[in-house]
């Protein structure tokens, strides 16, 4: 690979390509700038990773929510308490963190009945969320096929490889079969999404 240039190369030719656009936004010419430069300089930036092309509120709202456990849940609870919030703020972790590890067992139970009653919602809501695909006609039929692999025995990788070879040899009325049943299920999935 190319050397990369320099962070002050970099800068310049950042600071450079914004005062071409600049110019060409006003209608003014550089002179001595060759058209398919000052062309170059005038479009737009292209899209980066971190701005990309929907932005990052885009992202942060497609994000799951993180899902908090007992401490953390403590943790909000006590830090609204009059003595923690008149600790410096480095103290106040630490005063918390010992407050959860004298606290006995009976009174964490309800900040973990919080936690895992949020837990469970976040886990119907990542399901409700998820994006459902149907199913290939060739996977309908490795899952039927699937079940007499396992009577028999094999590994994955060799149920993988017979499915392959019986789907190769299979005559057309069995794929006829599957790729109805996969039709039905693509069907199905378009219904639900509306």
């Known amino acids: 690979p190319p050397p ?3 962070r002050s ?12 656009r600049l110019a060409a936004a006003r209608g003014q010419a550089r002179p ?17 990773k971190a701005t990309g092309t929907k932005g990052k509120a885009a992202a942060k709202k497609a994000a799951p929510k993180a899902i908090t456990n007992a401490y953390v849940l403590f943790l909000k609870d006590k830090v609204k308490s009059p003595e923690i919030k008149s600790l410096p703020l480095a103290q106040r972790m630490g005063a ?16 973990q009945e919080q936690a895992n009653h949020a837990k469970a919602e976040a886990a ?3 399901a409700k969320n998820k994006k459902k695909y149907p199913r290939s006609s060739y996977i309908l039929f490795y899952q039927d096929q699937r079940v007499k692999f396992a ?3 094999l590994s994955t990788k060799e149920m993988a490889t017979k499915a392959g070879e019986m789907w190769r040899a299979a005559p057309e009325t069995v794929k006829d079969r599957y790729r109805a049943l996969s ?12």
């Open 4 to 6: 990369q240039p320099s």
């Open 9 to 20: 190369i970099s800068m310049f030719r950042c600071a450079f390509t914004t005062s071409l």
């Open 32 to 48: 001595g700038l060759s058209t398919a430069t000052a062309a170059a300089a005038a479009a737009p930036p292209p899209p980066t």
């Open 96 to 111: 918390v963190g010992k407050a959860w590890k004298e606290l006995p067992e009976s009174e964490k139970l309800p900040f």
């Open 124 to 126: 119907a809501e990542a």
């Open 151 to 153: 009577e028999e025995g």
């Open 183 to 194: 039709q039905k299920e693509k069907e199905r999935l378009a219904q639900e999404k509306e």
